[in-house]
Nanobody, 126 residues
Framework: QVQLVESGGGLVQTGDSLKLSCAVS????????MSWFRQAPGKEREFVGT????????EYTDSVEGRFTITRDSARNTLYLEMNFLKPEDTAVYYC???????????????????WGQGTQVTVSS
């Protein structure tokens, strides 16, 4: 059973940087990709970005492209989300999630993910 635990959230100001971590425990041999999603109050869960666990391919939503970077340390089974030039609209609970290989849903669809972390709050003040 894979478990995900996020950490690193907090309260920052506009323009600041923050780095989130997602510790992955359990067997990861069926993991195709790991992604970050976020959910702001009253809004649907939104895809932020993804990285393939074996190859390191990354993809981001347009609103964070060039500001956010996803990396993974396969040896430590840890996923990271480095966020720069933060804006108030980045305020949300951030979740990491695991996508199995063979899912019929696309990388940006939450239904493609079978394991989720508990989330970590990121608040960006103006």
């Amino acid at each position: 059973q894979v478990q995900l635990v996020e950490s690193g959230g907090g309260l920052v100001q506009t323009g600041d940087s923050l780095k989130l971590s997602c510790a992955v425990s359990g067997r990861t041999d069926s993991t195709y990709a790991m992604s970050w999603f976020r959910q702001a109050p009253g809004k649907e869960r939104e895809f932020v970005g993804t990285i393939t666990w074996g190859g390191g391919y990354t993809e981001y939503t347009d609103s964070v492209e060039g500001r956010f970077t996803i990396t993974r340390d396969s040896a430590r089974n840890t996923l990271y989300l480095e966020m720069n030039f933060l804006k108030p609209e980045d305020t949300a609970v951030y979740y990491c999630a695991r996508r199995l290989s063979g899912s019929v849903y696309g990388l940006r669809n939450p239904q493609a993910y079978d394991v989720w972390g508990q989330g970590t709050q990121v608040t960006v003040s103006s």
